[in-house]
């Protein structure tokens, strides 16, 4: 069981918006600590995506954007492309196991 | 051009030792916080080490740590993860990553190297 929660897929038509959220507790993203996200295509590594909840690196499109509340995090991809295919991962850090901590995978499925 | 690059990976035997290294380039590590993480058959992402001032400090996760050892050579610019003791349950693709920022994300990304761990 990962310690941030994550559904195991969403899926959304070419064009359509979608979300991923990350749930997590009063140890890790409700303690104030940044919600990152990775992007990973089949057989590569991950990419970051954003970070610090809602900051995107340089070269990642504005379709992607972050934010955070309370205890969870979310994703939205919006515009959707068929490239945007892939699994998606949320990471922390957690001040009680003391380790960075990733969700357990998103799974989205371009229509 | 900055980059990562892992090796080391292959098949072992349960019990047996691996030596993975992670070779840097375009930048200087040792005042970076470098870490493994890895990922077994379709699974998800799990952090395994860290290691703070060249060496300074280090931690591991639960699941390896007394078996596993990380360390750099910061003359080369490499990163090293010693691993002994090995299990079925550490066969993964192992990468290793830069993480940035007080947040610690990982902006650096190798491309990972296999490890398989199987009589």
């Known amino acids: 069981q990962s310690v941030l929660t994550q559904p195991p897929s969403v899926s959304g038509a070419p064009g359509q918006r979608v979300t991923i959220s990350c749930t997590g507790s009063?140890?890790?993203?409700?303690?104030?600590?940044?919600v990152h996200w990775y992007q990973q295509l089949p057989g590569t590594a991950p990419k970051l995506l954003i970070h610090?909840?809602?900051k995107r690196p340089s070269g990642v499109p504005d379709r992607f954007s972050g934010s955070k509340s309370g205890t969870s995090a979310s994703l939205a991809i919006t515009g959707l492309q068929a490239e945007d295919e892939a699994d998606y991962y949320c990471?922390?850090?957690?001040?009680?196991?003391?380790?960075?901590?990733f969700g357990g995978g998103t799974k989205l499925t371009v229509l | 051009e900055v980059q990562l690059v892992e090796s080391g990976g292959g098949l072992v035997q349960p019990g047996g030792s691996l030596r993975l290294s992670c070779a840097a380039s375009?930048?200087?590590?040792?005042?970076?916080?470098m870490r493994w993480v890895r990922q077994a058959p379709g699974k998800g992402l799990e952090w395994v080490s860290s290691?703070?001032?060249?060496?300074?400090?280090?931690y591991y996760a639960d699941s390896v740590k007394g078996r596993f050892t990380i360390s750099t050579d910061n003359s080369k610019n490499t990163l090293f993860l010693q691993m002994n003791s090995l299990r079925a349950e550490d066969t993964a693709v192992y990468y290793c990553?830069?993480?940035?920022?007080?947040?610690?994300?990982?902006?650096?990304w190798g491309r990972g190297t296999l490890v398989t761990v199987s009589s």
């Open positions: 990553a830069r993480t940035f920022g007080s947040d610690h994300y990982f902006g650096l």
């Open positions: 375009g930048f200087t590590f040792s005042n970076d916080v």
């Open positions: 290691i703070f001032d060249s060496g300074g400090r280090t």
């Open positions: 009063s140890s890790n993203i409700g303690a104030g600590y940044g």
């Open positions: 610090g909840n809602d």
């Open positions: 990471q922390s850090y957690d001040s009680s196991l003391t380790a960075l901590v």
